[in-house]
Each structure stands twice: as structure tokens, then as C-alpha cells.
């Protein structure tokens, strides 16, 4: 019954519409001043690196900001700048709401996994709603017109339901 007031309802949309806006802008602001200023994220993934706690309990993690992200960090500064800003313009704008959704949640968890927790955790629950919403939570948005016209033409005949 929830889910399909979630999935479903117009006043779920519209609740949804806030917490996408809000979720949006905290990635947009979160990212700007990365994006468009002088963002280096070694200093952030070395701390990483002597963080107790990830290497106590996600040694896997650790081993890939240590063999991967940090030898590539600058690769890393600018898809996490960019990664922000693009999330948060698709959640603000409700363009591929989904998947701006998606992308968002695994950075809040790659920064959990991280030890960062600030904001994240709240940042994942409005998130779950997002995600288990759908294209309900895109409604008020550009998915309005985006996901039929995807759904017509580059899915045409690969999404039928039989």
C-alpha cells in the first residue's frame, strides 16, 4: 500500500518534489565550489588511508583508495566535483531522477565507507524514498517528458512487460 502511494500518488510526487529539490541542492552546493575552484581530494584520501576504522573493518575499501583513488586522485577530484554537481542538477532539474538518485547514494556511502558520516546518513534515507519511488519522484520534473520520449524511441519494443 505504501509503494503504491509512493510509485503512484500525485501528492507523493509533489513530496517527493521537495525532498529532491533539497537533496539536489546539498549536492549542487556540496560540488560548485569543487568543480569551479581548486579541488584536490589527496589530502582527503590520505586521511582516508590512516583512518583506524576503515582499516579495521573495510580493508577491501582501504585497499582501493590505496592502489587506485589515491594514485589517481586526480581522476577522483574531478569525477567526485563533477559527480556532485551533476547529481544535484538532475535531482534539482528531476532529469534521470533515478539514476541521479543512484549515483548520489553511492557517494554517500563511499564517503561513509570512508569514515565521513556529516550528513550522509540523512542523506541515504531521503535517498531510499527517491529510489523506491521512481519516476513518481520525477513527476514535477524533466523526467516528465524525458522517460516517455526515451521510452518511444531508444527503448522501443525492448520494454515490454509480457
Do not use: C
Not at 525532498?19 to 581548486?38: C, D, N, S
Amino acid at each position: 500500500m505504501f509503494m503504491d502511494f509512493l510509485r503512484n500518488n500525485t501528492v507523493a510526487a509533489g513530496i517527493l518534489t521537495i525532498l529532491r529539490v533539497y537533496l539536489g541542492w546539498q549536492w549542487l552546493t556540496a560540488g560548485w565550489g569543487k568543480a569551479f575552484g581548486e579541488f584536490d581530494a589527496s589530502g582527503y584520501l590520505n586521511g582516508v588511508l590512516e583512518n583506524e576504522t576503515v582499516i579495521e573493518y573495510y580493508p577491501t575499501y582501504h585497499a582501493f583508495i590505496e592502489n587506485v583513488a589515491l594514485p589517481n586522485s586526480g581522476l577522483f577530484s574531478f569525477l567526485v566535483a563533477w559527480g556532485e554537481v551533476l547529481v544535484g542538477l538532475g535531482l534539482i532539474l528531476g532529469v534521470l531522477t533515478t539514476a541521479a538518485a543512484f549515483f548520489g547514494i553511492v557517494m554517500n556511502f563511499a564517503f561513509m565507507f570512508a569514515g565521513t558520516i556529516s550528513s550522509n546518513p540523512w542523506m541515504v534515507l531521503l535517498t531510499i524514498f527517491i529510489l523506491a519511488a521512481g519516476y513518481n519522484a520525477g513527476k514535477f520534473g524533466g523526467d516528465r517528458w524525458i522517460i516517455p520520449y526515451m521510452r518511444s524511441t531508444l527503448f522501443k519494443g525492448k520494454l515490454d512487460r509480457s
